[in-house]
């Protein structure tokens, strides 16, 4: 197995250079690349003083999606994996890597840990039966794609600013492409990340995202809306708990309301848009196929 690892990044520095010592360490043969978002931290000046890091590619855009399919275009490896940059591999994680796809997995992903006092926890695989679908999410800070998945896939869906890796997840069940869960494929958060991130996490964008892929991947059907508005009440009822205990504004509350149905709206029209645009198995109109310019800069120790 020839491994490319993709580490997309904006403004964490100290904590890429940890990731990356772990990537060093656990995985010395693979191919490294880092995708870059304009970063104000000294990132850039940081990863070319490495000579670890095989590719640095600099982006435009503030999209961990857009940054995945990047790293896509530039990787060789006949096996890409994409890790968050504030995960540090443990020891046994390329041997579980090499050992699954030996077997001749196609998608291996496993568990997010992070270190607590006397401890650390860890998450355990996610499965949902959706329309006739049988979905396993994959981990988009810790997941191993074939190099063939990848393509058939088209990469990440760029409209997506969060969400793009359960997004990924739908369209491998709708492909029959079966994910494998390894617990020994295991990434460690050592403490909360203080430091930047690669993507939003606003709840507008969460409604939004969460109506786009399910209405593109499985149309306007009613297990789709429900399955909406189930989230939707959920949240409004913890935010209107929080209002009664004290720790937020009924406005706060009505915003939040607002951005929910904004969201929503937003993202069922264009899930249907793109429903639209992409009628085969992978439902990807803004994919890797979908655009050349997404590099402002590229540094290749490769060439």
Sequence with gaps: MHLSVVVPTLNGRERLAASLDSLAAVA??????????????GTTGMVRERDDVDVLVEIAARNVNVARNAGIEVADGDAVAFLGYDYRLEPGWFDAATDAFDSGAAVVTGPLRRSVRGGATSDGPERRQIADRE????NGRNVIFARR???????????????????????????????????????????????GGIEARDLGWKYRSLAYRLVKNYGLRPTVVSRTLRHAVADAAGTFRDVLGGEATPSSWASNGRDVVHGISAGTSEGLVARTRDRSVRRNPNGVSARADRAVARYDRRD
């Design 135 to 138: 979905v396993t999410y994959v």
């Design 28 to 41: 010395p043969d693979a191919e490294v690349l880092v995708v870059n978002g304009p970063s104000a931290d």
């Design 149 to 195: 998945v990848l393509d058939e896939l088209d990469g990440f869906d760029e409209y997506l600013e969060t969400g793009g890796a359960r997004d990924a997840a739908h369209r491998l069940a709708g492909m029959d492409v079966e994910v494998e869960w390894r617990s020994d494929l295991a990434v460690e958060r050592r403490s909360e990340a203080t430091d």
